[in-house]
């Protein structure tokens, strides 16, 4: 079901989310990995099938908001999409990104597996630097980098794509934008930005409800959209 309308809606914080999840998995009515794949699902859905040549650039960072980013990356790529993939943390499943850095993905986790399984079925990784070799067309950047496990600054993260983007729109690109869950740069639950400049989205696909972030993004003009991925009781 998807909510797009302004009518009332029961905002719930990111801990109220977790408790959710974890109800949910308790209960046996799906796994995270199971939640991760219709998350990613409901946001490859939210995409355009826009003629070729369609660029996805996806943005994944070290959480499993990165782990979203994983499978949408694989979902696009089946639906015929060039997908360039730019990682964050990811060092110890994409050797290719080079020696690990101060930010780590968590081992064990669902984003973990979305991680290796877009490496087994042939995707590779790029450095968040690497945007700078991007070509600028039409391209469609999907922000995984950071969701509701955002909790303070992201300037450095985001730094490599305000550069990557003042290039592609000086080259005349067409440029769409879509974040998963929330857009990087702000704090879920207070709304307030947690960058000088936090990651404009066309549109934000979020899952199970509107956190309090998106009624601010909403009232700002940003379309956002919510999907059910089965954690209603
Ligand atoms: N069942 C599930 O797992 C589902 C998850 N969904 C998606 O998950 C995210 C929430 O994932 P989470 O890992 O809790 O949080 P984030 O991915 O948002 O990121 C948190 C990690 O990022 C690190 N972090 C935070 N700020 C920075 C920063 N400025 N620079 C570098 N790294 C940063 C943070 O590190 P810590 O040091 O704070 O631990 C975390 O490692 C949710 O938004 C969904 O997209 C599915 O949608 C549903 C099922
Ligand atoms: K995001």
Redesign the pocket.
């Known amino acids: 079901m998807k909510r797009t309308g302004p009518e009332v809606v029961q905002l719930v914080t990111?801990a109220q989310?977790?408790a959710i999840?974890n109800a949910a998995?308790a209960a046996g009515r799906a796994?995270?990995?199971q939640?991760?794949e219709?998350?990613?699902e409901a946001v490859a859905a939210a995409v355009p099938d826009w003629p070729a040549p369609r660029l996805a650039v996806v943005l994944c960072?070290?959480?499993?908001?990165?782990?979203?980013g994983f499978v949408v990356a694989r979902l696009l790529a089946g639906r015929g999409w060039q997908v360039q993939v730019f990682a964050?943390?990811w060092e110890a499943v994409f050797p290719e990104l080079g020696p690990p850095g101060?930010?780590r993905?968590?081992q064990g986790?669902?984003?973990v597996t979305n991680a290796r399984r877009w490496r087994d079925e042939g995707g590779s990784c790029r450095p968040l630097t690497a945007l700078a070799e991007v070509e600028a067309g039409r391209i469609l950047v999907v922000d995984?980098?950071?969701?509701?496990?955002?909790?303070?600054?992201?300037d450095?993260?985001l730094e490599p794509y305000w550069r990557a983007r003042a290039r592609w729109d000086r080259a005349g690109a067409e440029v769409r934008t879509l974040s998963?869950?929330?857009p990087t740069g702000f704090d879920?639950d207070s709304g307030a930005a947690?960058a000088r400049r936090p990651f404009e989205a066309d549109l934000v696909v979020s899952?199970?409800a509107e956190k309090p972030v998106h009624a601010r993004l909403r009232a700002a003009g940003v379309a956002v959209t919510v999907a059910d991925?089965g954690l209603s009781s």
Do not use: K
């Open positions: 990111s989310m977790r999840e998995m796994t995270g990995l939640l991760m219709r998350a990613g960072g070290p959480g499993n908001n990165g782990g979203d964050l943390g101060l930010v993905a968590r986790t669902d984003a995984a980098l950071l969701g509701i496990g955002q909790t303070r600054p992201c450095e993260l998963v869950d929330v879920c947690l899952f199970h991925i």
